[in-house]
């Protein structure tokens, strides 16, 4: 394995960083909330009472701005490279977004809500989330690419 260092991008990988960063901040100070996506959407799907506007401009913002980075870097909007081709592959999407909700569910939080909010705050559950779910995602890849030959 090699890496291509001529498609290295430090640069929006860094500002991205900074905004996600950012926005985590504002959301916190402005209202008190963490910004854990399975926590905002989940508590958009249960529609508690005045708490939807701020719920659903997060969701959407958070779906248009790739479409609009896109768009403003590469004069047109992206065009998805993914499609499955069997029915087999809907299954495995369905069993992998059925198994991410209940992870999510079982730790009381996500990827972004203990990586990027946890981790700020030095929540020692937080920690013990993210060090789970990152050996986990090294040895599927493991698995996958050594162990699979996929």
Do not use: Y
Request: glycine share 14%.
């Amino acid at each position: 394995m090699s890496i291509d260092w001529s498609a290295f991008t430090p640069w929006p990988a860094l500002s991205g960083g900074i905004l996600i960063g950012l926005a985590s901040v504002v959301l916190v100070l402005w209202n008190g909330r963490i910004a854990g996506i399975s926590g905002i959407l989940g508590g958009l799907l249960s529609r508690v009472e005045g708490d939807n506007a701020w719920r659903l401009a997060f969701i959407l913002g958070l779906l248009a701005a790739p479409w609009l980075w896109a768009a403003k870097h590469h004069g047109s909007l992206p065009q998805s490279s993914f499609s499955p081709a069997s029915p087999w592959e809907w299954g495995q999407l369905v069993v992998g977004g059925l198994l991410v909700g209940f992870g999510t569910r079982l730790a009381n939080g996500c990827t972004s809500g203990h990586g990027v909010c946890g981790l700020a705050r030095l929540s020692l559950r937080s920690l013990v989330a993210v060090l789970i779910f990152m050996s986990a995602g090294m040895a599927t890849v493991f698995m996958t690419r050594h162990l699979a030959g996929v």
